[in-house]
């Protein structure tokens, strides 16, 4: 199977002596910002989906946990878009981009209907969603000054209702049945609480004509949480996502491509770019879309039951797919173990004389089960919004049978930026630029990273760079420069091959006692690489001469040492237990050495957390990353311990 590309040549530099790279896939250089020829706005690509489809199935979904998947094709979509965007209009909703509609809701068939509804009439919808908080979902709704929102569920119409703060909302539309307690709210609220299907009902009796968007309007304003103060407004704009869309298809299709056959499993949420991207990319495709039943815990039903053929997901997935496989290794006896061993290397080795099959005999007997997790016919993984091991990566090649495609970007940049080759089974990069954007390579002096050697802060320009945050033109100015330049906050180096590679992050350095510069998240980085490690956190302040640490142990690795020690517990004791912490610190402290951490970069103490960081007790964002203050704030009394024994 060849690369239709030189691997050792995936991006050239641009004129210009700013060091900006493009990839090789762009003609001429020319960055890409149309969808499949004449696609310009999320409204064409839906439309020409209904035309590739030849009204095939378009959205499923499962009315009872054990049922099969139902199907609504493309024309009911279509239809229903049509009489929701005008029962909109009828209740006095403008078709503009100046009109701004809330949809607090889990990704389900009407998510979709209703963000097909905005961008037939020109409206812009603005997602809530759980994790934020209700701080947060306030500062939402009144920055944005909503006074529709579309709710799932009658519990969370309530939870806008009882937020005192929120003022601005005159109107709720509920997907479900409206509860008796919700109503009586809304009564004393004088807020208006519609059914969702009587809008639908009122746009049938009064069709509408569409108003279809233009290019540079307003499509979306996703807010990203952040890792400290409110959330901010991500403008994009139809341009914005199309470009990026168009980007990624241009590497995609160099060896596949998306057809109406083609089945997408919907569980990342909808409140997010990275989800949305997908879904635009697919409709235009006359792809098919299942969605899970909002239950994590049965999303492995829903898989099996769907057998999607793509699957997009983000690492911590697909962590837990590899610590299964491997958890299940070690417990089977010798000739299992054994034989996944073997199996996995003489994968790995064909992936490294660019040889990718599988229909091996390795595939029909050791890695059969493993890819029937995921339905059994999954012909792509796409990853994201975090880094995934280089490790995993390989054994999802090897095992899944499929291509495994990492991405990087960020809301702002519609979520790519850049993006795997199909046929470059390498490990540890992000890839090449997507065909829409540049990328270039920012000096950042304090850190000693400089653009003429290849490294610095990743600086994103093309037609997928966001419009700003809504409200806030300084924070705006502080991320997108004079020249168009989005700048992302991450350090990357430039390979040999010309793929990127993430090695630091800006925004987060620190200095010591004795004015050293740290930069937790590229140690966090390397201590993550020990088996025995699940989270980690380092800490270190200005007033302390050294680094401590919290580290998660692993779920799996760190119970099966301590029983080989005959050390036995439930996790919490497991995690007091001083000669298991040794192992754990003696693990990472190798890890760093052999990283060519300095001596100041590496912890000097560690506490063992038993519960892991989580959306839920505030220590991660919604996209799983690090609230770095809400984590220092939380194991304070734990820092201060250790920096009094220390000193």
């Known amino acids: 199977m060849e690369a239709p590309i030189d691997l050792n040549r995936q991006s050239v530099e641009v004129p210009g002596g700013e060091y900006a790279r493009v990839s090789v896939l762009c003609e001429d250089g020319k960055l890409v910002e149309t969808l499949a020829g004449n696609v310009n706005t999320l409204y064409e690509g839906f439309q020409r989906g209904l035309e590739m489809s030849k009204n095939n199935p378009c959205l499923g979904w499962r009315t009872s946990p054990e049922g099969p998947f139902e199907w609504m094709t493309y024309g009911n979509v279509s239809s229903k878009a049509h009489n929701f965007g005008s029962g909109l209009l009828a209740r006095g909703l403008q ?23 905005c961008n037939m009439y020109s409206m812009v919808i603005v997602p809530l969603y759980d994790t934020l908080g209700p701080q947060a979902v306030t500062y939402i709704v009144n920055q944005a000054k909503l006074s529709t929102i579309v709710c799932d569920k009658s519990d969370k119409a309530v939870k806008l209702l009882q937020n005192e703060g ?48 233009k290019p540079d309007d307003l499509c979306t304003i996703c807010y990203t949480s952040g890792t400290t103060g409110n959330p901010k407004g991500a403008m994009l704009s139809h341009k914005n996502i199309v470009a990026a869309c168009a980007g990624v298809a241009v590497t995609f299709e160099q060896k596949f491509k998306m057809t109406p056959d083609d089945v997408h499993i919907s569980y990342l949420p909808l409140a997010h770019i990275f989800e949305r991207l997908v879904q635009c990319y697919l409709f235009s495709c006359g792809a098919r879309i299942g969605f899970f039943q909002g239950d994590v815990r049965k999303l492995t039903d829903d898989i099996k039951e769907l057998r999607p053929t793509i699957f997009a997901t983000v690492p911590r997935l697909l962590n837990r797919i590899y610590d299964k496989v491997m958890a299940g290794a070690a417990s089977a006896g010798v000739v299992k173990r054994l034989l996944l ?19 091996t005999l390795w595939d029909k007997v050791v890695f059969k089960k493993i890819q029937e997790n995921l339905g059994g016919r999954v012909k792509y993984i796409v990853t994201g919004a975090a880094p995934l091991s280089p490790t995993i990566m390989t054994f999802l090649r090897c095992a899944m049978g499929c291509f495994v495609f990492e ?9 790519a930026a850049s993006l795997t080759f199909p046929m470059d089974f390498s490990v540890g990069h992000v890839g090449i630029p997507v065909a829409c954007v540049k990328i270039k390579l920012d000096d950042v002096p304090d850190m000693n990273y400089y653009a003429k050697d290849g490294k610095g802060e990743i600086c994103v320009k093309g037609a997928s760079v966001f419009k700003g945050y ?52 590229k140690i966090e980085g390397v201590y993550l690489r020990s088996p025995l490690v699940g989270q980690v956190f380092v800490h270190g302040e ?24 005959g050390i036995t517990g439930d996790m919490a004791e497991l995690c007091k237990n001083a000669a298991l912490k040794k192992e754990v610190m003696d693990s990472i402290i190798a890890l760093g050495k052999k990283s060519s951490l300095h001596s100041f970069e590496q912890v000097k103490d560690l506490y063992l957390c038993p519960e892991p960081f989580s959306v839920e007790n505030g220590l991660l964002t919604p996209t799983f990353k690090s609230k770095r203050p809400q984590l220092r704030d939380f194991f304070q009394d734990q820092i201060t311990e250790m920096y009094s024994k220390l000193t």
């Open 95 to 117: 078709p503009n981009p100046e009109t701004f509609l809330g949809i607090f809701s889990q990704n389900r068939v009407e998510w979709t209907v209703t963000e097909q509804a």
């Open 166 to 213: 929120i003022s601005c909302v005159k109107c709720i539309i509920v997907m479900d049945a409206i509860s008796e307690d919700a109503r009586k709210m809304a009564e004393e609220c004088h807020v208006e609480l519609v059914p969702f299907s009587e809008v639908e009902e009122q746009g049938k009796q009064n069709l509408q004509e569409a108003v279809p968007p």
């Open 341 to 359: 061993s073997v199996a996995l290397k003489r994968k790995e080795a064909a992936l490294n004389r660019g040889v990718f099959n599988n229909d």
């Open 407 to 415: 991405g990087y970007g960020q809301t702002e940049s519609a979520a």
């Open 470 to 521: 809504l409200h806030e033109p300084e924070k705006t100015a502080e991320t997108i420069d004079a020249n168009g330049w989005l700048h992302t906050g991450d350090i990357g180096t430039w390979t040999p091959q010309g793929t990127l590679k993430i090695i630091d992050r800006k925004k987060h350095i620190f200095k010591l006692a004795q004015g050293e510069y740290i930069a937790p998240e």
């Open 542 to 565: 200005s007033l302390q001469a050294c680094l401590v640490g919290v580290v998660v142990p692993d779920e799996v690795a760190f119970p099966q040492l301590a029983s080989s020690k």
